[in-house]
């Protein structure tokens, strides 16, 4: 990548926040690379801040104290209007713009319409998650669709993360080959700020799962598999980081199988170093994914997967992500049927074999290093200012 071109340009991020995500590792890696950044963050309306806010950086030193809009709405599409015309307002407070990245449709078509005021030279559509169907009302699912073909048909570049968009595209009418050619992959990426742990050192039968606590993570489908699992290890443990609606729920069966001394519920974890330290000292790690067609991992990339191999976890996971197909192919891992039979099949065979799980960790060590952010987006960037 031309750094020197890249430290000439001024750059604006747009995006709705509920947690931090791709395009605040965006921000971090652009600090210092470019002239001028702005970060614009929209909250959406079940997120604790709740107040959209802007950052400005010239080069690496923030410009002025961080701008906080100190009014919101509670029906998230009288929110996002809100928030269309305030990234309108703060964009034209900012100045000339060469590089805006919005990071979903709504975003990207307010970069398209400063672009077509001549308030932006260049466009790119993020696409954080791309869902056929994002909303049970079809009106609005139209209207989002209808957004999505818009922003990749007029954006510079589009970056998905992950493969599947631009064929899941294709399938809702975005066919023609000029459109299918803009659209690269810029996958999640990870930090690598925690080592990994020596394999003489790690809890030899721990399994680990990161994750917001919902149905279609699969986590129960793990909790059903451990009375089999313990049969054939006695010492394994499950190690559970994060909460969410299915804690009680999980809870509650780990009770009604008798199995509590083989399961510790960490909780959600703030700090997501100490998340990847507790990470690092597991054998093994899960993303247990439930198969079915609402579930969006189906359309997008995996944070909590590159977070696993960030740490030199191998993974044993269902085959709902598309990144299974790359995690199997570097031998980082094993895919399966998302039943408990084949996860317990899965995990007794990794965890038993010493040698198997030895080899994997230095290949998950491996891949994960191919992910860092650093790499992820040179590369996106080298593809977009040329």
């Known amino acids: 990548m031309d750094l020197q071109k890249l430290k000439k340009l001024n750059v604006v991020i747009v995006t709705h926040e509920y947690a ?145 968009m631009a064929g899941e595209r294709v399938r809702s009418g975005v066919t023609a080959p000029v459109l299918r050619k803009k659209q690269i992959v810029v996958p999640m990426g990870t930090d690598n700020t925690v080592a990994p742990v020596p394999f003489n050192k790690m809890k ?69 170093d100490d998340v990847e330290s507790r990470l690092a000292g597991c054998a093994l790690a899960t993303a247990p994914y439930v198969d079915s067609s609402d579930n969006f991992v189906r359309y997008t990339d995996s944070g909590k997967i590159k977070a696993y191999l960030s740490v030199g976890l191998p993974i044993v996971m269902t085959k709902t992500a598309d990144v299974w197909k790359t995690i199997v192919a570097s031998n980082a891992g094993i895919a399966v049927a998302d039943t408990p039979e084949a996860l317990t099949e899965g995990i007794v065979g990794l965890l038993s074999d010493g040698k198997r799980l030895a080899e994997y960790r230095k290949n998950a060590v491996k891949l994960g290093r191919t992910y860092a952010w650093t790499n992820v987006f040179s590369q996106a960037l080298a593809r977009t200012i040329l």
């Open 204 to 272: 030899r039968y721990h399994l680990v799962h990161m994750g917001h606590l919902t149905k279609k993570q699969g986590v129960q489908l793990i909790i059903e598999a451990i009375p089999e699992v313990v049969k054939q290890l006695p010492r394994f443990h499950f190690d559970i980081i994060g909460g969410g609606p299915m804690e009680n729920v999980l809870r509650g069966r780990v009770r009604q199988l008798h199995i509590n001394r083989f399961v510790t519920f960490y909780g959600f974890i703030e700090n997501h």
């Open 20 to 164: 931090t995500g791709p395009t605040h590792a965006l921000e971090k890696y652009l600090q210092g690379k470019v002239r001028r950044l702005a970060f614009i963050a929209h909250p959406f309306v079940f997120a604790r801040e709740k107040r959209s806010h802007m950052r400005s950086y010239k080069g690496a030193t923030p410009e002025v104290k961080e701008i906080f809009f100190p009014w919101y709405v509670q029906l998230q599409p009288l929110n996002i209007i809100k928030d269309f015309f305030l990234t309108l307002w703060w964009c034209i407070r900012f100045g000339r713009v060469d590089l805006y990245i919005g990071a979903d449709n709504v975003n990207a078509c307010t970069g398209l319409l400063l672009q077509a005021m001549g308030l932006v030279k260049k466009t790119v559509f993020y696409t954080i998650d791309y869902i056929p169907r994002r909303f049970e009302n079809p009106l609005l699912n139209s209207f989002y669709h209808f957004l999505d073909r818009f922003a990749v048909t007029r954006a510079d570049i589009v970056w998905n993360l992950s493969a599947v």
